[in-house]
T-cell receptor, first 111, second 114 residues
Framework: DAKTTQPPSMDCAEGRAANLPCNHSTISGNEYVYWYRQIHSQGPQYIIHGLKNNETNEMASLIITEDRKSSTLILPHATLRDTAVYYCIARSSGSARQLTFGSGTQLTVLP | DAMVIQNPRYQVTQFGKPVTLSCSQTLNHNVMYWYQQKSSQAPKLLFHYYDKDFNNEADTPDNFQSRRPNTSFCFLDIRSPGLGDAAMYLC?????????????FGPGTRLLVL
């Protein structure tokens, strides 16, 4: 899996958009970008994933640069419940294997 | 809603007393995983079932075993828990399709060993 780099922490005001960056400059053509988050004392929660195109679902949007070397997860209207550690993972898998979490970004949503 | 369920959320056991953690899923996924997560660390894969095939990670201690009686259920057995086995145990499921494999996690069971 390609190495990913994320800022260790970020703050965001409640109701504002939270933009979480991720660098994956060595990503290969068949690796997807996955985002998970882990709220304290809970299991990791899948958010979104993409390969080349931008993706949007009910939780978030994923913007992937054209060269695929970086991406941004956008939470359009952050709430206090979005406070969590967010993990960006670059991965391809044609088989079942470990999901490798890096250090992630601690997002704190402030009232 | 389709989901991954883990019971109980908190489990207390005594040093050396066998304990079983359970996981069930309504996603009809063919792969089920067990991860161990210790405080302030990333989840670490113990083993997984791909359909009925059991796959153990090389560094998983023999003290940890697993059973998958059917597609929906998977159990983690700790034969003789030590103090170092206190952790959050996470069950995850996935369906492998091409180069994509999205894992969905349960809420976890926090194990305390006295």
């Amino acid at each position: 899996d390609a190495k990913t780099t994320q800022p260790p922490s970020m703050d965001c005001a409640e109701g504002r958009a939270a933009n979480l960056p991720c660098n994956h400059s060595t990503i290969s053509g068949n690796e997807y970008v996955y985002w998970y988050r882990q709220i304290h004392s809970q299991g990791p929660q899948y958010i979104i994933h993409g390969l080349k195109n931008n993706e949007t679902n009910e939780m978030a949007s994923l913007i992937i640069t054209e060269d695929r070397k970086s991406s941004t997860l956008i939470l359009p209207h952050a709430t206090l419940r979005d406070t969590a550690v967010y993990y960006c993972i670059a991965r391809s898998s044609g088989s079942a294997r470990q999901l490798t979490f890096g250090s992630g970004t601690q997002l704190t949503v402030l009232p | 809603d389709a989901m991954v369920i883990q019971n109980p959320r908190y489990q207390v056991t005594q040093f050396g007393k066998p304990v079983t953690l359970s996981c069930s899923q309504t996603l009809n996924h063919n792969v089920m995983y067990w991860y161990q997560q210790k405080s302030s660390q990333a989840p670490k894969l113990l083993f997984h079932y791909y359909d009925k095939d059991f796959n153990n990670e090389a560094d998983t201690p023999d003290n940890f075993q697993s059973r998958r009686p059917n597609t929906s259920f998977c159990f983690l057995d700790i034969r003789s828990p030590g103090l170092g086995d206190a952790a959050m145990y996470l069950c995850a499921t996935s369906r492998v399709a091409g180069l994509q494999e999205t894992q969905y996690f349960g809420p976890g069971t926090r194990l305390l060993v006295l």
